[in-house]
C-alpha cells in the first residue's frame, strides 16, 4: 500500500490550502499534489491542472468525515472580525490569519 492515499481534489489551490489547514489542526499530515502545475495555466488545459490532497492510510477514514462535513454544510461567506479578511462559509479558520470562525461567531452573539 502507498504510503499516501488521495482523499481530495480541489478546486484550487486555496481551497486545498484550507483543507489542508483543516485536517492539519485535527492532528492528520497532508500532502499537497499538483500545485506546482499551476504555474502551467494556459499552456495545459485548466482541468488538467488538479490540486490533490494525500493523507496516510491510518487517517483516511478520520479525513473522510471533516471532509463530509466540509461538503455538506453550506455557511455563508464571513468576514473575519480580526483581520477583516473575506472567508467562504466553509472555512473554518481565517485563510489569512488563522482565526477561528466560532471564536469569532460566538464573540458576535
Known amino acids: 500500500m502507498s504510503e499516501w492515499v488521495r482523499v481530495y481534489q480541489a478546486a ?6 484550507a483543507i489542508k489547514g483543516a485536517l492539519e489542526v485535527s492532528g492528520i499530515k497532508v500532502q499537497l499534489k499538483g500545485e ?50 473575506h472567508n467562504a462559509g466553509s472555512f473554518e479558520l481565517c485563510w489569512q490569519c488563522g482565526q477561528d470562525a466560532k471564536v469569532l461567531q460566538s464573540e458576535e452573539s
Open 12 to 17: 484550487n489551490s486555496l481551497e486545498a490550502h
Open 36 to 85: 506546482a502545475l499551476a504555474g502551467a495555466l494556459g499552456e495545459l488545459p485548466a482541468n488538467a491542472i488538479e490540486v490533490t490532497l494525500h493523507v496516510r492510510p491510518k487517517d483516511i477514514t478520520q479525513s473522510q468525515l471533516i471532509l463530509t462535513r466540509y461538503q455538506q454544510e453550506p455557511r455563508p461567506d464571513w468576514y473575519c472580525s480580526h483581520c477583516g479578511e
